[in-house]
């Protein structure tokens, strides 16, 4: 989720004593080495990947799926929609009542799940990949920017090994912001003192890998432009951009704790 680059807008909120530079606006980020890397995905974008999933006969239905990287809720809740039991976890404490662990510790259990599903820190995504096809047994699903892509090492490691079996690519912005969910038809106060809707130069994709299916090779898919308004749902966006996501309680009954 976080990149090299020559950033434009300044995020003055500190982590781990490091300043953030959020390019929020440009195609990458800087992070100091041990960021949390806090950038909450809006729930539209996975619903889209849900929605693909569903019409290729992957649907959910009562399969179960792990999200280690849950911040505030924000995939667990279209999570919380399709699928019968959802795990959520973090390394971090948001705020959100979810469970507290490490993804990349093994733990006895772990491989108890037929999905895994989740945006992880950019700096350990391979890693992520990798633990996540080894616990899940239906498939694996990341959203990355689509510099994930790219790079020698990810390439030797797991896409000449293991390439995914598809990979949706965004034909319209994913809007994600240091922090904070932002509604992309709202205008805030940006630092430069004026209002404006949020936006981004990044340009991101889902990475999925359906077990059944592996060996074949890699199907591209575009999500066509319109899909953000055909997918997002009341709630969606808290009133406070830091907030906690909205999950109703019916859904969060197929919460488990990690």
């Known amino acids: 989720?976080?990149?090299?680059?020559?950033?434009?807008?300044?995020?003055?909120?500190?982590?781990?004593?490091?300043?953030?530079?959020?390019?929020?606006?440009?195609?990458?980020?800087?992070?100091?080495?041990?960021?949390?890397?806090?950038?909450?995905?809006?729930?539209?974008?996975?619903?889209?990947?849900?929605?693909?999933?569903?019409?290729?006969?992957?649907?959910?239905?009562?399969?179960?799926?792990?999200?280690?990287?849950?911040?505030?809720?924000?995939?667990?809740?279209?999570?919380?929609?399709?699928?019968?039991?959802v795990m959520?976890?973090?390394?971090?404490?948001?705020?959100?009542?979810f469970g507290q662990r490490n993804f990349l510790t093994p733990r006895d259990g772990d491989d108890g799940f037929d999905w895994v599903i989740t945006n992880p820190p950019y700096n350990l995504s391979l890693s992520f990949a990798q633990r996540a096809l080894d616990v899940a047994h239906e498939g694996v699903a990341l959203f990355q920017r689509m510099a994930f892509a790219e790079g020698a090492e990810r390439y030797t490691m797991i896409f000449d090994r293991m390439p995914?079996?598809?990979?949706?690519?965004?034909?319209?912005?994913?809007?994600?912001?240091?922090?904070?969910?932002?509604?992309?038809?709202r205008p805030y106060l940006h630092p430069e003192g004026v209002y404006k809707k949020p936006t981004t130069a990044a340009a991101y994709a889902w990475f999925i890998w359906r077990k059944r299916h592996m060996g074949r090779g890699t199907r591209l898919h575009w999500v066509p432009p319109g899909t953000r308004l055909r997918c997002e749902r009341p709630h969606d966006y808290p009133e406070d951009p830091r907030g906690l996501a909205l999950i109703p309680e019916r859904a969060r009954r197929r919460l488990i704790h990690a």
């Open 88 to 97: 959520a976890s973090d390394l971090v404490d948001y705020g959100a009542g």
């Open 164 to 185: 995914p079996t598809d990979v949706m690519v965004f034909a319209e912005r994913v809007v994600i912001h240091a922090g904070v969910m932002r509604c992309p038809d």
């Open 1 to 85: 989720m976080s990149g090299l680059g020559k950033n434009t807008v300044r995020d003055l909120g500190r982590t781990k004593g490091a300043i953030r530079v959020n390019s929020g606006f440009t195609a990458s980020r800087t992070e100091p080495d041990d960021s949390d890397e806090d950038f909450p995905t809006p729930p539209w974008a996975t619903r889209a990947m849900l929605d693909r999933l569903e019409a290729m006969g992957a649907a959910p239905g009562t399969a179960s799926v792990w999200e280690p990287a849950a911040n505030r809720g924000h995939m667990v809740r279209p999570l919380c929609e399709r699928f019968g039991v």
